[in-house]
């Protein structure tokens, strides 16, 4: 399966906030929102970096409660694994495993168009095998 397959069953809303809003705002977007990281972008199009809850508790661990105060940047990953739309939902799983991440923006031509989370693959991989299942038995029983 590819990611654009993917990305056809959820939302491509994709949630950003600016480098230089505060890490309490960023907070609040990502409690309203529900959801676990959001993309760093300065124009909502073009991924400058990705702040995550773990970014975050890291953050307050070494910084303390003045951090809520701090813009994004300063504690923002820079580094962020990015995929393309064509790329196969076996290898994104790989890249997240081996890097460590649960959130992978989706860029075409250098513009954000989607993202990934662990909790995505988990579930598109469980339906996959779900489907084998189901062609398994009924060639069983044919």
Avoid: F
């Amino acid at each position: 399966m590819q990611i654009s397959q993917l990305l056809r069953h959820k939302s491509r809303e994709v949630a950003t906030v600016d480098g230089s809003e505060s890490v309490g705002t960023a907070l609040a977007l990502l409690a309203e929102k529900g959801i676990g990281a959001l993309v760093v972008s300065s124009d909502g199009r073009h991924v400058d970096g990705i702040i995550s809850e773990r970014d975050v508790a890291r953050g307050l661990h070494e910084r303390g409660a003045g951090l809520l105060a701090d813009p994004v940047s300063s504690v923002m990953t820079t580094e962020v694994h990015v995929c393309p739309p064509e790329a196969s939902l076996d290898g994104l799983a790989r890249t997240m495993t081996d890097h460590r991440v649960r959130h992978v923006p989706v860029v075409a031509d250098d513009v954000l168009v989607g993202i990934v989370s662990i909790g995505d693959v988990v579930k598109a991989r469980l339906d996959e095998l779900e489907e084998e299942r189901r062609q398994l038995v009924d060639y069983i029983q044919a």
